[in-house]
């Protein structure tokens, strides 16, 4: 079954220092990942996916996403935390064999950037 | 557009009422779904659609009925409520083939069955 993982339920950065989200993947066949943030009262909004090519997808606000097949991560990072990324970050993988995009979504990482 | 509105946006119910979620799109999305969000565990798909007329189970389907009847609405009956349904409850939509569409999420219904 597919599935993953963060391992953290929460990041503490200091503003302008990078930070880090981790994302472990399990999927059967080419894995199809996402990112998504979710503020306060607020519906997911998309960051960025991987479908194929570059193993480095660049998305919305700044952040990028290292694929990495071989430990079957797929990291969500940005070079310079704002206090205004605080918010609650879900790493998603596509169920192989849909037309439709059926997500499995892992638990969520709340980052905290300190000003 | 407004995009992928959801209405109410709070509501508490009774153990053993019905009521239904309403969701609504403007951006001529094919593809539907509603899932759940529950502390600790992400969000679970409930139900979802590919297009009007057609509907199908999500992971976590029990309780909950789905129709589909133009490509604008996409509402969620609660059959008999019960208090494992509290949760807050999100609609999506997306377009496209091969799995790589992004999906975009209303704002949310928060439900509290006592």
């Known amino acids: 079954a597919q599935s993953v993982a963060q391992p953290e339920d929460q990041v503490n950065v200091a503003e302008g220092n990078p930070l880090t989200v981790k994302c472990t993947y399990s999927v059967s066949g080419n894995p199809y990942l996402f990112w998504y943030v979710q503020y306060p009262n607020r519906g997911l909004q998309f960051l960025l996916k991987?479908?194929?090519?570059?193993?480095l997808v660049k998305g919305s606000y700044g952040f990028e996403a290292e694929f990495n097949k071989s430990q079957t991560s797929f990291h969500l990072k940005k070079p310079s935390a704002l206090v205004s990324d605080s918010a609650l970050y879900f790493c998603a993988v596509r169920v192989p064999g849909t037309g439709f995009q059926k997500l499995v979504f892992g638990t969520g990482t709340r980052l905290l950037v300190s000003p | 557009n407004a995009g992928v509105t959801q209405t109410p946006k709070f509501q508490v119910l009774k153990t053993g009422q019905s009521m239904t979620l309403q969701c609504a799109q403007d951006?001529?999305?094919?593809?539907m779904s509603w899932y759940r969000q529950d502390p600790g565990m992400g969000l679970r798909l409930i139900h979802y659609s590919v297009g009007a007329g057609i509907t199908d189970q999500g992971e976590v389907p029990n309780g909950y009925n789905v129709s589909r009847s133009t490509t604008e609405d996409f509402p969620l009956r609660l059959l008999s409520a019960a208090p494992s349904q509290t949760s807050v409850y999100f609609c999506a939509s997306s377009y496209g083939q091969g799995g790589s569409h992004t999906q975009y999420f209303g704002p949310g219904t928060r439900l509290t069955v006592l």
């Open positions: 951006m001529n999305h094919e593809y």
């Open positions: 991987y479908i194929t090519g570059d193993n």
